[in-house]
């Protein structure tokens, strides 16, 4: 099994920037896709971003391209959401997925095996 922790979330002002961490313990694998999810209250899980194994392929919701910038540490198993500029409707509970064996990004969530418990991010107006 593999255990995902996420950290860095709270409360935030509209503009201001915030950065996500998830760490990757327990059974190791040698090639793993990471992404970022959020859901809203009321809504679906939506997809966030995603960055391959060796970090060479990322990919972005349109919602949050040019804001917000996904990077991975793989000695540390750790990826990063780094959150600039957001926007009250960036307000949700963020999770980080991982993919065993990917060789792409994907962006839907049936595609990744593990998922973390989620840190809840509020940007006030």
């Known amino acids: 099994q593999v255990q995902l922790v996420e950290s860095g979330g709270g409360l935030v002002q509209a503009g201001g920037s915030l950065r996500l961490s998830c760490a990757a313990s327990?059974?190791?694998?040698?090639?793993?896709?990471m992404g970022w999810f959020r859901q809203a209250p009321g809504k679906e899980r939506e997809f966030v971003a995603a960055?391959?194994?060796?970090?060479?392929?990322?990919y972005y919701a349109d919602s949050v391209k040019g804001r917000f910038t996904i990077s991975r540490d793989n000695a540390k198993n750790t990826v990063y959401l780094q959150m600039n500029s957001v926007k009250p409707e960036d307000t949700a509970v963020y999770y980080c997925?991982?993919?065993?064996?990917?060789?792409?990004?994907?962006?839907?969530?049936?595609?990744?095996?593990?998922w973390g418990q989620g840190t809840q991010v509020t940007v006030s107006s």
């Open positions: 997925g991982y993919g065993v064996g990917r060789a792409y990004v994907p962006s839907n969530g049936r595609e990744y095996d593990y």
């Open positions: 327990g059974r190791t694998f040698s090639r793993y896709t």
């Open positions: 960055i391959s194994w060796s970090g060479g392929n990322t």
